[in-house]
Nanobody, 125 residues
Framework: VQLVESGGGMVQPGGSLRLSCAAS????????MSWVRQAPGKGPEWVSA???????????YYADFVKGRFTISRDNAKSTLYLQMDSLKPEDTALYSC????????????????WGQGTQVTVSS
């Protein structure tokens, strides 16, 4: 199993970035996925998750602090997870990682079995 994030960088407040997570080594379409971030000196913080639905899309969930600004999506044909981040704020600065969900405990609470290395997002003027 391999998860490789890309798309991070430095952006001014109010700007946008689109993160990608390329998955390999497993049947991507069969797993719920999540984005998690970690700011310097802080613990991991759940950002968003996408749950498989029978129609082939996904049911999406967001932490309150990104709701309305971030959009999670997936392309099962490309085995890729995305996070569109708009209206970025300095407090969004963090290392963003994608993770495969092993156990769905409840809203915002998951057990993960695989993580990517992350991509750095820095929001600064």
């Amino acid at each position: 199993v391999q998860l490789v994030e890309s798309g991070g960088g430095m952006v001014q407040p109010g700007g946008s970035l689109r993160l990608s997570c390329a998955a390999s080594g497993f049947t991507f379409s069969s797993y719920d996925m999540s984005w998690v971030r970690q700011a310097p000196g802080k613990g991991p913080e759940w950002v968003s998750a996408i749950k498989i639905v029978s129609t082939g899309g996904g049911r999406t969930y967001y932490a309150d602090f990104v709701k309305g600004r971030f959009t999670i999506s997936r392309d099962n044909a490309k085995s890729t997870l995305y996070l569109q981040m708009d209206s970025l704020k300095p407090e969004d600065t963090a290392l963003y990682s994608c993770a495969r969900i092993k156990v769905w405990k409840g809203w915002g609470e998951y057990e993960y079995d695989y993580w990517g290395q992350g991509t750095q997002v820095t929001v600064s003027s």
